[in-house]
């Protein structure tokens, strides 16, 4: 069992900039990608960035490329997102997840066996 824990959402002016962290406890060994996605109000949760947690191998949405970064610190069983350039289309509730198999590219949801509760980012144009 893995616990995620997510924080760092909240209220941001377009081209502004917020920084989320998702803090994994529990059999963390097992964990193989972290996976951040969201959803906003009327829409499928979508895929935001994967990182591989053994070599901090990293994938992107083209809808994110150059203004989210994904990174762990691996230590401490963090995983952050970045979040930079911000629009008013990125308001959504943000989630983390863990998986042990991932494929390459943009986290897809039906790999992730372990989510967190979400935090919500909204951008203000």
């Known amino acids: 069992q893995v616990l995620l824990v997510e924080s760092g959402g909240g209220s941001v002016q377009a081209g502004g900039s917020l920084r989320l962290s998702c803090a994994a406890s529990?059999?963390?060994?097992?964990?193989?990608?972290m996976g951040w996605f969201r959803q906003a109000p009327g829409k499928e949760r979508e895929g935001i960035a994967t990182?591989?947690?053994?070599?901090?191998?990293?994938y992107y949405a083209n809808f994110v490329k150059g203004r989210f970064t994904i990174s762990q610190d691996a230590a401490n069983n963090t995983v952050y997102l970045q979040m930079n350039s911000l629009k008013p289309e990125d308001t959504a509730m943000y989630y983390c997840?863990?998986?042990?198999?991932?494929?390459?590219?943009?986290?897809?949801?039906?790999?992730?066996?372990?989510w967190g509760q979400g935090t919500q980012v909204t951008v203000s144009s």
């Open positions: 997840a863990a998986a042990g198999v991932c494929s390459s590219g943009p986290p897809r949801e039906y790999e992730y066996d372990y």
């Open positions: 529990g059999y963390t060994r097992s964990v193989g990608c």
């Open positions: 990182i591989y947690t053994a070599f901090g191998i990293t």
